[in-house]
């Protein structure tokens, strides 16, 4: 039901679930519904779009909180003009990172009255997490209630059924390591500290752990699933019916597959046929549910940061070089596409965001090795592109229009890697103001392209080199600067990224690592400017080797021209302007050889890769 333009009324849902809340059996006055699936999933299947449901927001990030007589969601700057413009008058928008805003957890134990029950899905709540709001609710008496049955399903009448699709065996010609060998090293890993099991509960890390590909989550080649690694044994927790014959035979007898649904009962009776002690204990990650400790039982399991994550982060030298040559053929594609935009454009054709996405779509599919995109494409036009995650719906989107800016950020799945690039164009004549600040954008990213750091450098320390350039004429941007990508998995991976979240210290940048180079500026209402290339850490050659520590830089992988139309050149330095033609230069030779057969595409190349 709609309440207004592009809002959801959203009055009776809430109504239903203080409803609930109020009911003797649950007594709490709070209750939270956070954006995660049982596995800590960024992107969603739409069963676990709770969040959204009770809300009307359908940004990938935020919380809400849910009281007698108020409701808040909680979200991050890159979705304020979204969430803003999907919720009702039901919902008070609480913009995170502003001064003075606490983020959800904070307002739990600040802003909530003493001795509040608060109510959350257990399943839905890292227990890491789950340990901090416990602890600082005590002062005030208050308390974190566990409910198994998660309210906002009760409410939720017409939810959708848990998606079964089919699981395929990923052949190692792609993945580049086998099944027996990620075993051993996860094994080797786990007894170096003693662990005498580690429980998987991360999707991704299920997926690249197996060599298994699924398509239960939009975009994400992921499937529902959890594994337990002993010493001795590997459980995976999936319907059996999803997995192919290939994927039978890949897994073999080694492999114990267990029902999806026996995994908690399993988790329950673990403890007793393992030897724990106060150094031997079992390991889940730092993103494991509330759900997964209690099952296993207090003093029983360890948090600590999965051996998975940083062994998927770092790329093997088949999935590297499968990154490099998908971004090659995406480029083609790119190509193709803002070609044909323009040439459309120019001819007086009237092609909506939406359009656009699908003619970008449907350029892909024409690739080998093609498997989906990895992401809703962002195609937004004038006032929309300072929508930082913007989605055009086919029944009520923008003409792309050429006297505006046109942001267009959009990625692929293919078998030998994932791609995310964008790119802003303008194909009329821009305003000083758009080119000053595109110009700042692009010098922020030839900042992170050209850098060079000592090795055990994070992300968070660099994310300022982005911004730099910006910072000079007052701008900035509510987003990171990069986030990992995953190979043929999900196009947001850590642990690794650049950026300002606090949790990027924590993992330094290694060689093999991948990761998005993106800064932008969005001036709301008006519009957006984002660059995005994925570049790859790489150890670089130095003069010298300081502390005999080693060098790290980025290789860039993504081939797109950036829109030389947009730039203020005398605002450039002269490397700035050698990087430019260089990056083009490249682009040109690896790209064009695949445009043989579209003279648009090849003409449209030739002109903007051409020095400047």
Known sequence: MTAASGTVDTAERIVALRQLMAQKEHNVQAYVVSSEDQHSSEYLADCDKRRAFISGFSGSAGCAVITPKEAFMFTDGRYFLQAAKEMDRNWTLMKQGLPDVPTWQEFLSKNLQSSTRIGIDPKLISASNAETIIKALEPKNSTLVPIDKNLVDLVWSERPARPRNPIIHLDEKYAG??????????????????????????????????????????YNPVFFAYAVITAHSVNL?????????????????????????TFFGYLQELPSVLTLDEEAKILIGENASLAVAQALGKDKYVIAPSPIA??????????????????VRDGAALARYFAWLEEELNNGAEISESQGADKLEAFRSELSLFRGLSFDTISSSGSNAAIIHYK????????????????????????DGTTDVTRTWHFGT?????????????????AIDTAIFLAGTTGYIIDSWARRALWKDGFDYRHGTGHGVGHYLNVHEGPHGLGVRIAYNSTPLKAGMTVSNEPGYYADGRFGIRIESIVLVRDAKTLSNFGDKGYLGFEVVTMCPISKKLIDMSLL??????????????????VSPLLKNDERALKWLERETSPL
């Open 177 to 218: 390591q086998s099944l027996g060998h990620k075993i051993r090293t996860l094994r080797e890993e786990l007894a170096k500290k003693k662990h005498q099991a580690f429980v998987v509960n991360m999707l991704d890390e299920i997926a690249w752990l197996f060599n298994l590909r699924g398509s239960d989550i939009e």
């Open 237 to 261: 927790f999936v319907e059996k019916t999803q997995l192919s014959d290939d994927a039978l035979k890949h897994l073999g007898d080694d492999i114990k597959i267990r029902p999806y649904d």
């Open 310 to 327: 940083e062994l998927k982060a770092i790329k093997n030298a088949t999935e590297l070089e499968g990154f490099r040559q998908s971004h």
């Open 392 to 415: 055009p719906d086919p029944a009520d989107c923008a003409i792309i229009k050429k006297d505006q800016i046109y942001l267009c950020d959009s990625g692929a799945q293919f078998f």
């Open 430 to 446: 821009p305003t000083e103001e758009e080119t000053r600040a595109f110009t700042r954008v692009l010098q922020g990213h030839i």
């Open 573 to 590: 330095t002269v490397d700035e302007r050698k990087w430019l033609d260089a990056y083009h230069a490249q682009t040109w030779e690896k």
